[in-house]
DNA sequence: GGGAATGCGTTTTTT
DNA sequence: ACGCATTCCC
């Protein structure tokens, strides 16, 4: 399809625009200048629209650099070039795109200088930020004498709830953590503490990224205007998941030319726990004056009966939504409720469907199953190991929070710069007998000289049950510190040694090992150690582990597991909704605060508005509750509340057939019985 | 007595 | 997988 890019005059007719998309499309499409705000409900051909749009302005002659596309996330940006470059040409991959945090990293390199940072900066993610403060935590002392003070985690929230919501720091600590508002003043110190010590390791997180590139572009007028006039259209995907700092950026990005448009639907707002505020697509128009909307209502994704069901349950939100949706699709199969008795009979169940939709030919790729949290799937992952299904889990603990990646990346962080103290402060805990003392005083024994490894094997050191250890890493940092070495070798040095160390440590090596191996495969396409650990942040692999088991044949069609926040965007033919109960969804934590409450509200939407054909709610009658015993479980009150619910799904209950006694009756029960009492006499 | 290991209970969601 | 509390070891 990719035609030799002679140019195009503006009036190509390869692309039938007007027939290929809907009346409001169309008008999305075509309109170039100006701000405009699209309202695209779910399935409503939101990415269909802004790929046609991207094609439609470079056929009018816009050169494709100075496009900019913002999404949520860097796969969907991918995703919606590549097809721009299937429906026009090669020109599309040259459009910018990517995320908010990609797009600053990438800006801020280029005007690290005049923010007061070196062009090298680094990016650290969570974790990182975690540790450093708790080291700021411990070394300002601020934990004094028994008396309770802030978990590093909470105040990394806090100082991150701060900034992407713009709520001063007092009212968040009355609003969710009355306890602490007496260490007000001690917050505050070691806020700017850690403000002081990224700045003095040169070194970002992802909330810096924000405030750093809306900084640059509000303060700096001449790099807003080299930067307006490279971009002169902007346009920004998922605006409802857009906080107060990303708004802000991508007013100012438009300020001088006014071509932006942005993309939302107001009910599927799930990020509200970092900031997002649906309510930026409401006030869009307010920004910017004369601003055109758009209403995207009809959905090509699902059938009725599931429109039916999602419509009903945003029908008891606190607040109206915008738009309601309708489908001209045929499909008369209502979406079921099943009731099944415990979390085992839901993945029986499950597996079992999964097997029989595959006789009838459903692909395991049109197959999903959401979840609320990650751990809700637990065991159906150990049922589907068990039938050999393989799957692919999406969201969760990542893929690059695991400890065994950590661990690597420290040691190669060491490998290129061994005062980084953090590092240190990781991989020494690795070892046996090696504690968080005994660590920091290795680790500041490493750095006090200059980064010279003498002291790891110091004879004092030696005489200690992890003098061997101590060794080994020696050895092995000493191999990968050599300079002008690709970070290719550098890593498989690594990995030779730490799989030596690792069965000491995990249980379950070989599934880590594999972890490794992939690891290795993404550091191919790099050649700087920096510039692979910022992707990782920035853009880290979205599986938590490589499709699960089965035969090589059937490495290339798996099922997915997903979190709900993960399936955003997403659509698959069967999609089943697992643990729809009280205190699952919504969680238990959720029930406090109507906001909460609500966003759950949406979540469940999102979810069930990700099915095309066929949809299951499944409810275990009895859960897991506090006291770790089987309790009865009520239905999730989101589903409850539902008006006339009896009429938009079918209510199943799942009972397998118990299992047969082959054994009664046909005397070998006798024989066996008194086979155990000799057993008994026997060994008494 | 300091520091590490072990065991237990709990588990949002993520750039 | 992680925090937290208790137990164990040097």
Aim: hydrophobic content about 40%; charged content about 30%.
């Amino acid at each position: 399809m990719a035609q030799p890019s002679s140019k195009s005059p503006a009036n190509d007719s390869r692309i039938d625009f007007e027939g290929e998309l809907n009346a409001e499309q169309y008008s999305a499409v075509t309109s170039l200048e100006g701000p405009h705000l699209v309202i695209a409900g779910a399935g409503s051909g939101k990415t269909r629209t802004l790929v046609y749009r991207v094609a439609h302005l470079v056929l009018q002659g816009v050169h494709p650099e100075s496009i900019l596309l913002l999404t949520f996330t860097r796969r969907s940006a991918q995703e919606m070039l590549r097809r721009a470059v299937g429906l026009l040409d090669e020109r599309c991959h040259r459009v910018s795109g990517g995320t908010f945090h990609s797009f600053a990293n990438i800006t801020l390199r280029r005007y690290a200088d005049r923010l007061g940072y070196s062009n090298s900066f680094t990016i650290i993610d969570r974790a990182d930020c975690v540790d450093m403060i708790g080291i700021l935590r411990t070394e300002g002392g601020y934990e004094r004498q028994g008396r309770r003070f802030p978990r590093a985690e909470t105040l990394l929230n806090l100082f991150s709830k701060e900034i992407n919501t713009h709520r001063p720091l007092e009212e968040l600590l009355e609003a969710d953590y009355g306890q602490f508002v007496d260490d007000l003043e001690a917050i505050r110190e070691l806020r700017k503490s850690y403000a002081e010590r990224k700045r003095e390791h040169n070194v970002m997180d992802y909330d810096d990224l924000l405030v750093n590139l809306r900084d640059l572009l509000a303060e700096h007028p001449v790099a807003r205007r080299q930067l307006t006039s490279t971009y002169r259209y902007i346009m920004i995907d998922e605006y409802q998941d857009t906080n107060r700092l990303q708004a802000h950026i991508g007013a100012l990005l438009a300020a001088s030319h006014r071509n932006i448009m942005v993309v939302g639907d107001d009910a599927q707002s799930i990020y509200g726990f970092r900031g997002a505020n649906f309510r930026n697509i409401i006030d869009f128009p307010q920004i910017f004056e004369g601003c055109e909307t758009l209403l995207l209502e009809q959905n090509y994704r699902s059938t009725q009966p599931i429109l039916d069901l999602s419509n009903a349950v945003l029908e008891k939100a606190r607040e109206k939504y915008t738009k309601r949706l309708f489908t001209k699709l045929e499909g008369d199969e209502k979406p079921v409720l099943l009731r099944t008795t415990d979390e085992y009979t839901q993945a029986e169940y499950i597996c079992e469907k999964v097997l029989a939709l595959r006789e009838e030919g459903v692909s395991l790729q049109d197959i999903a199953v959401l979840c609320r949290a990650a751990w809700h799937t637990n065991s159906l992952e150990l049922e589907l190991n068990n039938r050999n299904i393989p799957f692919k889990k999406f969201g969760g603990i990542k893929f690059v929070e695991a400890a065994h990646i950590k661990d690597v990346c420290a040691l190669l962080k060491i490998g290129v710069n061994p005062l980084d103290a953090a590092a240190w402060f990781r991989i020494l805990q690795f070892f046996e007998g090696i504690g968080p003392k005994t660590a920091r005083g290795l680790a500041d024994g490493v750095v006090a000289d200059g980064g010279a490894l003498g002291s790891l094997v110091a004879p004092k050191v030696a005489k200690r049950k992890y003098g061997a250890d101590l060794a080994s890493l020696k050895g092995l940092l000493d191999k990968i510190s050599k300079p002008r070495q690709p970070l290719v070798e550098r890593l498989d040095t690594t990995l030779e040694t730490y799989q030596l160390w690792m069965p000491k440590k995990f249980d379950d090596t070989p599934r880590r090992v594999r972890d490794l191996e992939a690891l290795a495969v993404i550091a191919e396409r790099y050649s700087e150690l920096e510039e692979f650990l910022t992707d990782l942040a920035i853009d880290p692999p979205d599986f938590s582990r490589p499709a699960a088991v089965s035969g090589a044949d059937n490495e290339d069609e798996w099922m997915t597991l997903s979190t709900v926040h993960s399936a955003k965007g997403l659509e698959w033919n069967t999609v089943f909704l697992v643990q729809m109960n009280m205190g699952r969804f919504p969680g238990y934590n959720s029930l406090q605060d109507a906001d909460d409450y609500e966003e759950e509200r949406r979540l469940l939407y999102v979810a069930v508005t990700r099915a095309k054909r066929r949809l299951y709610l499944i409810k275990p009658e009895e859960q897991k509750g506090r006291g770790g015993y089987f309790e009865v479980a009520e239905l999730s009150p989101l589903i409850s509340e539902i008006d006339r619910l009896n009429q938009l799904v079918d209510d199943e209950t799942y009972a397998p057939a118990p299992e047969e006694d082959d054994w009664q009756g046909d005397g070998s029960t006798a024989a066996s019985a008194d086979q155990l009492k000799r057993i008994q006499d026997y060994f008494g």
